[in-house]
C-alpha cells in the first residue's frame, strides 16, 4: 500500500516558539494531503484539507493565522505551529490521497507535540 | 453537518466470539462510510469501506440506511483483532467529497 512519513516524530518545544511538521508521501503523487489532530483518548478531528498549489481550506474554529499549512508539491505538505503554547500540545496526524473515484486516504504515524 | 457516533468506548469479548462494533451517522446526503483500524503503536489503515461490498479480515459491514448504521461485524473473533476501530463518514460531492468524519473510537479486546 501507498507509505506515508511524518517528520519529527517527536518534538518539544518552548513556548512562543514555532514548530514545522513534515507530511510526504513516498510512493504515490498526493493531490490532496489533510491533517488532523488528535487529543488523549479521543478521535482524530480535521483541521485543515491542502491541495498541491493553493491554498488549504480549515475547518471551522481553526486558526488559520496558527496553523500554517504548506503543500507545495505532489508529495510534501507541512504544518506549522506558530507561537507554540501548551493548549498546543497534542497528536498531529496528517494523510495523503491522490484523488479520484477511490478516495483513500493513508495516514502518517502522527507527531507527538509538546509546548513547555 | 456530519456526525458519526460510536455509542461503545470499550468492547470485550472472548477469542471465538461474535463480535459487533456499533456505528451510526447522521448526513443529508449520500455517505461514504468507512472502518479504519489502528494495532498498537501502529498508524490508522483502512480496514473496509461501504462500497467495495468485501469482506477483510474476516470483517464485514452493511451500510443500512434506514437506519443510518453501518456496525462492524465478524463472527469469530480473533486476538490479533485487538486493536482500536474507528468509523468514518465521507461526503459523495461539494465541499464535503474526501473530507473523513471520525467518530470516537472503540476499544476491543479480544481475550484468549
Known amino acids: 500500500g501507498a507509505v506515508v512519513s511524518q517528520h519529527p516524530s517527536r518534538v518539544i518545544c518552548k513556548s512562543g516558539t514555532s514548530v514545522k511538521i513534515e507530511c510526504r508521501s513516498l510512493?504515490?503523487?498526493?493531490?490532496?494531503m489533510f491533517w488532523y489532530r488528535q487529543f488523549p483518548k479521543q478521535s482524530l478531528m480535521l483541521m485543515a484539507t491542502?491541495?498541491?498549489?493553493?491554498?488549504?481550506?480549515?475547518e471551522q474554529g481553526v486558526e488559520k493565522d496558527k496553523f500554517l499549512i504548506n503543500h507545495a508539491s505532489l508529495t510534501l505538505s507541512t504544518l506549522t505551529v506558530t507561537s507554540a503554547h501548551p493548549e498546543d500540545s497534542s497528536f498531529y496526524i496528517c494523510?495523503?490521497?491522490?484523488?479520484?473515484?477511490?478516495?483513500?486516504?493513508?495516514f502518517g504515524p502522527g507527531t507527538r507535540l509538546t509546548v513547555l | 453537518a456530519q456526525r458519526v457516533t460510536q455509542p461503545e468506548k470499550l468492547l470485550s469479548v472472548f477469542k471465538g466470539a461474535p463480535v459487533e462494533l456499533k456505528c451510526n451517522y447522521s448526513?443529508?446526503?449520500?455517505?461514504?462510510l468507512f472502518w479504519y483500524v489502528q494495532y498498537s503503536r501502529q498508524r490508522l489503515q483502512l480496514l473496509l469501506r461501504h462500497i467495495s461490498r468485501e469482506s477483510i479480515k474476516g470483517f464485514t459491514a452493511d451500510l443500512n440506511k434506514g437506519e443510518t448504521s453501518f456496525h462492524l461485524k465478524k463472527p469469530f473473533a480473533q486476538e490479533e483483532d485487538s486493536a482500536m476501530y474507528y468509523c468514518a463518514l465521507s461526503g459523495a460531492g461539494g465541499t464535503s467529497y474526501g473530507k473523513l468524519t471520525f467518530g470516537q473510537g472503540t476499544i476491543l479486546t479480544v481475550h484468549p
Open positions: 510512493d504515490f503523487q498526493a493531490t490532496t
Open positions: 494523510s495523503a490521497s491522490s484523488g479520484g473515484a477511490i478516495n483513500e486516504q493513508f
Open positions: 491542502s491541495n498541491e498549489g493553493s491554498k488549504a481550506t480549515y
Open positions: 448526513y443529508s446526503g449520500s455517505p461514504e
